[in-house]
């Protein structure tokens, strides 16, 4: 099969044959139908992760994926209702399935986990193994495109939004921000809006054309950040929503300058949640944070059941999407250009694989989306 691989740091990704994988007795072999492309690949190339996962190369990343099931192992259970044929998903986060964050179901936090792309192969090759238990079959077919980037992109920023909902700072008269509009960005708008409750959603980036697509996609304002002071920043916030201050923020970007300007504009007793890591490090005052009473959420990934919900409310036909179809040949040219921030929504590669139909007889009876 062709696979896209990583044999050090700051170097092209190399497309080769290699050999197709096989498949653990507990593994389901996945033909990859779509693989989303992330800055966090850029991220991984460029050696931001090698102290946290010390990989061994090569490696193949891409870990959002979206394919068919292609085989199943000897001991994959009738009761995962898998089959070949069927239009699946990866759960990325695969943890050991014993500590106390994989018992609540927080697979993706799990001390001894794993992710897909990040040592286990990932999407970028034409097949992938994964456990079964990481996969979610898909009821209602999806675009491949539309499917991959729900596993990173499109649930990130959902799990994020789901913790400023939890902490009762968002719902009518209240200001809700989302930072960054680009592949995180332009689907945190739409959860805002759809988890909220009537709040007030503000974007914030420095991309006039990423921030008119996230007021397509929802937003009731849009502010360009490039080149504005803090005290700029409130006098727009003010023009726009007659407040000055944001009862909540999720921050997509992860810049040091993000967490500045949101913990900058935050409401006495407001909330901030950091999901983009596009910086390494948080410099904020502290004693504003602390006489304001903020809270600081970070927030990693998702689990397994808050991609069920995404991939419920895309079933439904309830999430647009900024995606560019990329050609497995052009991965490296497109890393380049996320590297730039120079891509518009989400880039997939996208295979030249059918949607798939179930092979199952009677699907009411399964327990899925
Ligand atoms: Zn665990």
Redesign the pocket.
Known sequence: MLAARMYGYKQPLVLEEIKTPEIAPDQVLVRVGGAGMCRSDVQLIDGYFAEAIKPKFPITPGHEIAGLIDAIGDSVPETAHLAVGDQVVVAAGW?????????VGN?QI????SWPGFGPPGGYAEFVPVPYRQLIRVEKQLKWEELAPLTDAGVTPYRGIKKLRAAGVIGPDRVMAVFGASGLGSYAVQYAKLLSSGATVVVFARNEEKLAIAKERGADYSINTRGRSLGDLRDELVRLTGKAKLDAAIDCVGAVETIQTGFGLLATAGVFVSVGLVGNRIDIPLFPFTAGEFTYHGSFWANYADLQEVLALAQKGKIQHSIKRIRFEDINENLELLRSGDIIGRAVIVFDLPAGASAHKDAKDMVSV
Not at 95 to 103: E, I, K, L, P, S
Not at 110 to 113: F, K, L, V, Y
């Open positions: 943890g050991d399935g014993t500590c106390r964050q994989c018992r697979e799990c001390e001894h986990g």
